[in-house]
């Protein structure tokens, strides 16, 4: 069964930097697509970035020069270095996956394996 553990999450103030981590296990696919999701409390599951194995990225408007993702294939983990982060990026993070994927589209129900999540909270 696939599983996803997420890592890296904690409390900042803002204008600080952190580094989420997932590693995925028994995931294996040369065409597949990763990507983080953060929901903030009230709100909706959103996307934040995504990367296709080839290394293609998608990232949201709203993180956009702030946020980067990327990856390291060999040891199937994909990370999202966070900068000049902001209380409105306070949300629990999550990452996903999914076997085969054209676009690394951030849509959660384009993602079929996800993680248990990973709080970020930064304060003012």
């Known amino acids: 069964q696939v599983q996803l553990m997420e890592s890296g999450g904690g409390s900042v103030q803002a204008g600080g930097s952190l580094r989420l981590s997932c590693v995925v296990s028994?995931?294996?696919?040369?065409?597949?697509?990763m990507a983080w999701f953060r929901q903030a409390p009230g709100k909706e599951r959103e996307g934040v970035a995504g990367?296709?194995?080839?290394?293609?990225?998608s990232v949201a408007d709203s993180v956009k020069g702030r946020f980067t993702i990327s990856q390291d294939y060999r040891k199937n983990t994909f990370y999202l270095q966070m900068n000049s982060l902001n209380p409105e990026d306070t949300a629990m993070y999550y990452c996903?996956?999914?076997?085969?994927?054209?676009?690394?589209?951030?849509?959660?129900?384009?993602?079929?394996?996800w993680g248990q999540g990973t709080q970020v909270t930064v304060s003012s």
């Open positions: 996903a996956v999914v076997e085969s994927c054209s676009v690394p589209y951030l849509l959660t129900s384009y993602y079929k394996y």
């Open positions: 028994r995931f294996s696919y040369s065409r597949r697509c």
């Open positions: 990367v296709r194995a080839d290394g293609y990225t």
